[in-house]
């Protein structure tokens, strides 16, 4: 079964540490991966998308990392900011499956001051 | 000024009434999705449709209803069936991964709250 897991499942950091979010995945045969984050009460907005030639790509303070013999990735977050606080989704899609999203449960980010 | 957009943002619904989720985009994306979303959960797929006049049902589909008659839109209809329907309904759009260099982008809409009374 395509399966994405997610760890942990919520994390609390203090305001300009860093952190980093897991995603483990069982989903055959690969295409791309997203992280996502949403902010409560929002749609999810898309941080970066990998496909299996890729294992790094950053966008800012986000660096995300895919393993696609290991089928892991990591979602590393540098200096922390109070408004990183959502929830960070980990989605992997499968070729032949005409773009059909699987999503992970997500990993509740709380940055305190 | 391109995007996905759903409306209303939030919905009441009577218990025994059928509601309609409106999900609009012009980014020319071939696919839509849509997705329940229940607090600490990750999300659901409903319903989801590669081309137009053609939907497939995704893991949750009962009690729901969708049909794409345009390219554009994608609406759901909740209707009486769903047992519970209260949740945050996300739609998302997607143009078709196209093999294993696929790097498709998908966008999702702000979500309808839809709390039944």
């Known amino acids: 079964k395509n399966q994405v897991e997610q760890s942990p499942q919520s994390l609390i950091i203090l305001e300009g540490k860093n952190c980093t979010l897991q995603?483990?995945?069982?989903?055959?045969?690969?295409?791309?991966l997203r992280w996502y984050k949403q902010d409560t009460g929002r749609g999810p907005v898309s941080l970066t998308i990998?496909?299996?030639?890729?294992n790094t790509k950053s966008n800012g303070r986000y660096t995300a990392t895919l393993d696609a013999d290991t089928k892991q990735s990591s979602l590393h977050i540098t200096a922390s900011q109070l408004s990183d606080s959502a929830s960070y989704i980990c989605?992997?899609?499968?070729?032949?499956?005409?773009?059909?999203?699987?999503f992970g449960q997500g990993t509740e980010l709380s940055v305190k001051p | 000024d391109g995007g996905i957009t759903q409306s209303p943002k939030y919905l009441f619904r009577k218990e025994g009434q059928n509601v309609t989720l409106s999900c609009e985009q012009n980014?020319?994306?071939?696919?839509m999705y849509w997705y329940r979303q229940d607090p600490g959960q990750g999300l659901r797929l409903i319903y989801y449709?590669?081309?137009?006049?053609?939907?497939q049902k995704g893991d949750i589909a009962e009690g729901y209803s969708v049909s794409r008659e345009k390219k554009e839109s994608f609406p759901l209809t909740v209707t009486s069936a769903q047992k519970n329907p209260t949740a945050f309904y996300l739609c998302?759009?997607?143009?078709?991964?196209?093999?294993?260099?696929?790097?498709?982008?998908?966008?999702f809409g702000q979500g309808t709250r839809l709390t039944v009374v």
């Open positions: 998302a759009s997607s143009s078709r991964d196209r093999g294993l260099d696929g790097n498709t982008e998908a966008f």
């Open positions: 995603c483990n995945y069982t989903v055959s045969p690969f295409s791309n």
């Open positions: 990998m496909t299996f030639s890729e």
């Open positions: 989605v992997v899609s499968s070729y032949n499956q005409g773009g059909k999203l699987i």
């Open positions: 980014l020319n994306h071939d696919a």
């Open positions: 449709s590669q081309i137009v006049n053609d939907f």
